[in-house]
């Protein structure tokens, strides 16, 4: 079976309009988290949210940014990066191919053409509202900005869809049924109606008067997590491609694990967890010792914070050093598993995991080896990358050297 290889990384988060410039600020360990300014937040419960630090409409074009819901734009800008980090590979379109998840999708355009019609009436409705609002936008525009014509996927698993996204493109590749692809998450969610949604459910932060230190994954005080938005979008290839173009290579995409718990819509499942890092650890042929890091999902919330630490020491024991990089961006709900396959790529690349910003006192109840105090200096031989959603989604990437 052929190795899916890494050539290409973009990324636009809350810490930068670049991968560049977001990695240097996971290791600084900055927040992203602002308080939202925006007169619809008011008189919600949670004010707070990771918003883009370069808006995406900066780098496009005015026809572009016009034509394309926020989701697409951001999947864009960092598809973009992603290419021309990856060299541009010369490649059959044939055998070229994208899959990038999404959550929700053009949900900004949904809800505000919405308020058009019942405001102004059906004439004054967009004509590109279907193909802004619709959640494989992302993946249909970058496909035809790179002329991909072996396939345009999405996955919309909730949180883990870019994490599937990317488990999907590396089978595509290992299968033979592409040479390069395209792959990643993209979300642009922050907004009024999915703020007060979560809000109900009690699922957000509330500390409106410290936006910085409100995402506090696995500390004592943690009250839920933080709305985001952000797209991360890396390039794939055979080894064997990769090889003979001469492309730089990031890392390995060596194994994953998707499983369902099947269990509960929205409350996390520990045995459901567990069974993706051992599926993911299986497919990569190696053993739990194996593992040096792991990126968990971890987004703030009490009991989801718990049940993930439970599921990583039963999987890999407490050996493993777990970060939580969502402590500085937020929770970018479809794009969060693909810049957590990410940071543990580049953890595995460059010897250095991000620490946990807002990690005062640890959860009694967190039996793991969390990062903590800055980013740690260390040799990582294979890391661990988590990603779940609601719907009992589970899925693990195992990447390599």
């Not at 999405?154 to 040479?179: F, H, W, Y």
């Not at 932060?205 to 979008?233: I, K, L, Q, Y």
């Not at 959860?363 to 040799?379: C, L």
């Amino acid at each position: 079976m052929r190795e899916a290889v890494v050539t290409g990384l973009g990324a636009t988060t809350p810490l930068g309009g670049d991968l560049p410039s977001t990695w240097e600020a996971l290791l600084a360990g900055r927040s992203g988290v602002t308080l939202i300014e925006h007169e619809w937040a008011g008189e919600l419960p949670s004010r707070i949210a990771g918003l883009l630090k370069v808006d995406p409409t900066e780098v496009l074009s005015r026809v572009e940014a016009r034509r394309l819901d926020r989701v697409e734009q951001m999947a864009l800008v960092a598809g973009r990066e992603a290419w021309e980090s990856a060299g541009r590979p010369e490649v059959d379109p044939l055998r070229l191919a994208v899959v990038i998840g999404t959550g929700i999708g053009g949900a900004n355009t949904l809800l505000g053409q919405y308020e058009t019609i019942t405001s102004s009436g059906p004439r004054r409705v967009s004509p590109n509202t279907i193909p802004m609002l619709m959640p494989n936008g992302p993946s249909a525009y970058v496909s035809m900005d790179i002329g991909a014509k072996g396939g345009a996927r999405t996955p919309v698993s909730a949180c883990a869809a870019g994490a599937e996204a990317i488990a999907m493109a590396a089978d595509l590749i290992r299968l033979d049924r592409a040479d390069v692809v395209v792959t990643g998450g993209a979300e642009a969610c922050v907004h009024q109606l999915t703020m007060a949604a979560f809000a109900q459910m009690r699922a957000l932060s509330t500390r409106n008067d410290s936006p910085e230190t409100a995402s506090r994954p696995f500390d004592v005080t943690r009250d839920g997590f933080v709305m985001g938005e952000g797209a991360a979008v890396m390039v794939l290839e055979s080894a064997e491609f990769a090889a003979a173009r001469g492309a730089t290579v990031h890392g390995r995409i060596a194994g994953s694990g998707i499983t369902s718990s099947a269990d509960h819509i929205t409350a996390s499942h520990p045995e459901g967890q567990s069974r993706a890092i051992r599926a993911a650890l299986a497919d990569a042929g190696l053993s739990p010792l194996d593992i040096d890091h792991v990126h968990a999902h971890a987004t703030s919330t009490p009991q989801g914070d718990v049940a993930e630490a439970e599921a990583i020491a039963s999987a890999l024991g407490s050996h493993p050093v777990v970060t939580a990089t969502k402590s500085m961006t937020g929770h970018l709900i479809g794009a969060s598993g693909a810049l957590g396959a990410m940071s543990a790529l580049l953890s595995v690349r460059d010897g250095i995991v991000p620490g946990v910003l807002n990690l005062e006192e640890l959860d009694p109840e967190i039996k793991i080896d969390v990062a903590r105090g800055g980013a740690r200096r260390m040799p990582v031989r294979a890391a661990v990358a988590n990603s779940f959603g609601f719907g009992g989604h589970n899925i693990s990437l195992v990447l390599t050297p």
